[in-house]
């Protein structure tokens, strides 16, 4: 069965750092964009970056403020989601989603209905 397994995430205190861990199961992650996303209480989920295959590019939501940065590691088809200077308000329910596409759209790379599979989740607790 094709599933994303994510881990990571935690408690830090404001300004403190974070790195989220996203592999495929069942399937090559290699071949697939990868999308970040987090969901607040009371909040839509909202797209922080997608990462496409190989050479292709890579999208970085305004709102991460150059403070996240996707990568990813074919060899262990493991993608990572590196937060540094957190805040408080990055509190929230993180994702990692695999694409339909191999390559990220600017235009479409924060739509849900674009992506197949989905990661478990993983809390990111930020205090001040």
């Known amino acids: 069965q094709a599933q994303l397994v994510q881990s990571g995430g935690g408690s830090v205190h404001s300004g403190g750092s974070l790195r989220l861990s996203c592999a495929a199961s069942g399937f090559s992650l290699n071949y697939w964009s990868i999308g970040w996303f987090r969901q607040a209480p009371g909040k839509e989920r909202e797209v922080l970056a997608c990462?496409?295959?190989?050479?292709?590019?890579?999208y970085y939501a305004d709102s991460n403020m150059g403070r996240f940065t996707v990568s990813r590691d074919n060899a262990k088809h493991t993608t990572y989601l590196q937060m540094d200077s957190l805040l408080p308000e990055d509190t929230a329910v993180y994702y990692c989603?695999?694409?339909?596409?191999?390559?990220?759209?600017?235009?479409?790379?924060?739509?849900?209905?674009?992506?197949?599979?989905w990661g478990q989740g993983s809390q990111v607790t930020v205090s001040s």
């Open positions: 990462i496409s295959h190989g050479d292709g590019p890579t």
């Open positions: 989603a695999a694409g339909t596409s191999a390559y990220c759209s600017i235009t479409y790379y924060g739509t849900l209905e674009k992506y197949a599979y």
